[in-house]
């Protein structure tokens, strides 16, 4: 290499290092996981709701907490994993059925962080939650496309939407997000329906590809579109629904994409909790 190539060369890796310690990226994090570390996620039976937990090197997680008709059954499988604290609890968007249990999860448990999309219109049940936190001393981190969350080695959380500040419909402020450990990964999309779905995939399309995909919106046709699964490209599908729910979820639309690009899937109203495990390298379903 001459010395002209050499210089434009360390300049460019100025540049990347530069960038990536803008945008809070950690360039030494690879896919590599620590021996013996484990990757566990629950997708809890909350009813007609949404609620996971992730256990991920020494982090407790939480992403939704589901209704508060069903708390109960949210802190009774809580309580069977041992947690003593969550270092981080996420709240997808507004609506009652993914956060009216939060406000009993801050109840019986320290947060250490709370993330949430910034929202300009709410609710009661948003408000409540809001004070919550407010009442464990946090201020709320907003959620927004280009976020990078570090989980420790091998173990990170890529945000792609919400890429907007206002929306018409709550759903749509439901962050898209990527759950990486090691070589696997985990898609979590909230209630997001067919337009967040849009702007994941026109930012970020080649990015989507994950192993796991929790169905947006309990399997409603207003989510999961053609274009968005296929970008996905998911072995393992979920579904958080309740058994004979009023809306009819998951919606026909939903079940025959499911069958065209023929995802394994797992529905809280038919298995109850769902668990798996990963090392990082393969997945198991208990």
Do not use: W
């Not at 999860?105 to 408000?127: G, L």
């Not at 409603?220 to 009023?246: L, M, Q, R, T, W």
């Amino acid at each position: 290499m001459d010395k002209k190539k050499k210089i434009i060369s360390s300049i460019i890796g100025i540049i990347v290092v530069l960038l990536a310690g803008y945008f809070g990226i950690d360039l030494t994090q690879g896919s590599k996981v620590p021996k013996d570390s484990q990757l566990m996620i629950s997708y809890m039976d909350v009813g007609q709701g949404d609620a996971a937990y992730i256990k991920v090197n020494g982090n407790d997680i939480l992403i939704d907490a589901g209704p508060r008709s069903n708390s109960k059954e949210l802190l009774e499988q809580l309580k069977a994993k041992n947690i003593d604290d969550f270092e981080l609890v996420i709240a997808t968007h507004p609506h009652e059925d993914h956060i009216g249990g939060m406000v009993d999860v801050f109840k019986e448990y320290e947060v250490k962080a709370f993330y949430s999309p910034k929202i300009t219109h709410t609710t009661k049940t948003y408000e409540n939650l809001v004070k919550s936190v407010k009442d464990e001393g946090l201020k709320t981190k907003e959620l927004k496309s280009g976020m990078v969350i570090d989980l420790g080695e091998g173990a990170k959380f890529e945000v792609f939407t919400p890429q907007k500040s206002e929306y018409e419909e709550l759903n749509d402020y439901s962050p898209i997000m990527k759950l990486s450990f090691g070589d696997t990964s985990y898609l979590f999309t909230g209630d997001a329906e067919k337009l967040a779905e849009e702007e994941a995939l026109s930012k970020y399309k080649t990015s989507l590809d994950s192993d796991v995909i929790k169905f947006g919106h309990h399997g409603s046709s207003s989510s999961s579109s053609n274009a968005f699964i296929e970008a996905v490209s998911p072995k393992y599908g979920i579904i958080s629904c309740a058994k004979d729910n009023k809306y009819g979820h998951p919606h026909r639309e939903t079940l025959d994409i499911i069958k065209k690009y023929n995802i394994k899937t797992f529905r809280t109203d038919t298995d109850g909790e769902i668990i798996l495990t990963s090392d990082g390298k393969s997945i198991t379903f208990n």
